[in-house]
């Protein structure tokens, strides 16, 4: 509480970008070169959700843009498409955020586990439409639904290394506008 | 105060608007751009990953081994009695190379007599893996070699014993390998005893599949499967695998390559071969004098 409140607030936005490189580049580790049936929670959309909706001020739409872009080129998606689909549902988070906060945990969650479904359709839909390549049907669903089983965690991890809780009702920030 | 902070909404919101948009064009610009154009956006992508993947080299090999070493760890129990199997199948193994020490002797003798021409370009780069492809729908590596060491588009690759895949997308200091397993990667091979020629099909399984078969017929699990140079695509006779038969009844290839350690990949270097264009001058007994020439040349020389 001792720096200022604009470092503070650069402080939670610089975090968040390490965090998300950390776990780019843990996905990226070699340790697995076989195919797998099944498929791991993408955490870092996972992350990058609980951030918004909790603490949407921490999360700029230019540092989602940059981080899923870079995403998409180091995990060899197509690129561009996750982060425009990505950019979207932060956006629709972000002007509920304060009707999540006044909610209970159970309608974050719900909240945030529809923007992840609309999140892996749209990116099926619009890869349909032009014809790319796609991953199969059963990988992407057993994706998603990882992801959502995957959120509690995400909050909890964000709570407890970096602090990012639900501001209450009525908190204001250091210059005594609502968070 | 609170006006202040009224007026200043009033500035922030349409300039965050603006943002917004200009961010959502650009993003969809670069996604039309590349359904459009693939080769330029993915040159685009091997310079960032070539940029981008070698500054995380220092710290990609020791969390690697750290990990991999509490995995191993936690199989430390199984070790003793793996130990003795070992043994036992080294004591086979002795036996097998020993006859194939004898073949080997025996095949040099056979090629000597026969004046077999082996082809003597086929040499390699060794290159270690830096990272894979990150995530459960694509089935590539990235190797720490590239344009640098001369690695060109389209080169196969192997481990020691069989083929694992082909380079796709090389960057100054990187390339990246699309593995036989990937859903994109179909690569020409042979059925050995039978010589039937088919299409490895990668599809997202440790074992690809063989389409495009003339005859399954004469196709049985357990035959050999090679590579050849169909369409100039590879060198001929790498090993690829073993045929089987899929749980869901379709012929599958069990790879040859370790797909479980994929640690240093061989890269080869496969020079373009000289095609014979023409169709071949007819060989007449009487031919006008002024077309024979070139003709005449080559029947003397």
């Known amino acids: 509480m001792a720096e200022s409140p604009i470092a ?17 580049f843990l996905q990226l580790l070699p340790l697995q070169t076989v195919p797998q049936n099944w498929a791991p929670p993408d955490m870092l959309l996972a992350v990058a959700m609980a951030w918004v909706a909790r603490r949407p001020d921490l999360v700029p739409i230019v540092s989602i843009a940059v981080v899923f872009f870079l995403a998409d080129l180091l995990l060899h998606r197509p690129p561009a498409l996750m982060a425009l689909i990505i950019m979207g549902a ?47 049907l059963s990988l992407s669903m057993i994706q998603m639904m990882m992801t959502i089983l995957a959120y509690p965690l995400a909050v909890m991890v964000s709570y407890l290394v970096f602090g990012i809780r639900r501001p209450a009702l009525g908190e204001v920030d250091a210059f005594g506008r609502p968070v | 105060m609170a006006r202040d902070r009224q007026t200043d909404e009033d500035y922030v919101g349409p300039i965050r608007r603006l943002l917004v948009g200009v961010l959502l064009l650009v993003l969809a610009g670069t996604f039309v751009v590349w359904r459009i154009d693939s080769p330029r956006i993915e040159r685009f992508r091997a310079a960032v990953i070539d940029k981008v993947v070698p500054n995380m080299d220092w710290a990609l090999a020791p969390v690697t081994g750290i990990i991999n070493l509490v995995a191993d760890f936690q199989s430390y129990q199984g070790l003793a009695q793996q130990n003795a199997d070992l043994r036992r199948e080294l004591q086979q193994m002795k036996a097998w190379k020993e006859a194939a020490l004898q073949l080997e002797q025996e095949n040099a003798k056979l090629r000597d007599l026969n004046n077999v021409r082996l082809d003597p370009q086929l040499t390699y780069v060794t290159g270690v893996v830096l990272t894979d492809s990150g995530s459960p729908f694509r089935q590539s590596v990235l190797l720490n070699i590239g344009a640098r060491d ?128 023409d169709q071949g001058g007819l060989l007449t007994p009487f031919s006008a004098p002024a077309e024979s020439d070139g003709v005449a040349e080559g029947g003397n020389g």
């Open chain 2, 150 to 277: 001369g690695i060109i588009d389209g080169w196969p690759v192997m481990d020691g014993i069989g083929l694992v895949g082909r380079i796709a997308g090389v960057g100054q200091e990187t390339a990246r390998v699309i593995l036989l397993t990937d859903t994109s990667s179909r690569v020409p091979i042979l059925v050995q005893p039978s010589g039937q020629h088919a299409i490895l099909a990668g599809d997202n399984s440790l074992d690809p599949t063989i389409d495009f078969l003339e005859d399954p017929d004469l196709v049985r699990p357990g035959d050999r499967v090679v590579s050849v140079s169909d369409g100039g695509v590879f060198p001929a006779d790498l090993l690829v695998g073993q045929v089987v038969l899929g749980a869901d009844r379709r012929l599958r290839v069990r790879l040859a390559a370790d797909y479980e350690r994929l640690e240093f990949l061989r890269v080869l270097r496969n020079q373009p071969r000289e095609t014979i264009q």
């Open chain 1, 90 to 136: 932060v956006e629709f988070l972000r002007a509920r955020s304060e009707s999540i906060r006044s909610g209970s945990f159970g309608f974050e969650w719900i909240t945030v586990a529809l923007a992840i479904v609309a999140v892996t359709l749209a990116n099926r839909a619009i890869l349909a439409l032009t014809a790319s390549p796609q991953a199969p």
């Open chain 1, 8 to 24: 503070q607030r650069w402080f939670g936005r610089f975090w968040f970008i390490v965090l998300a490189c950390g776990l780019i």
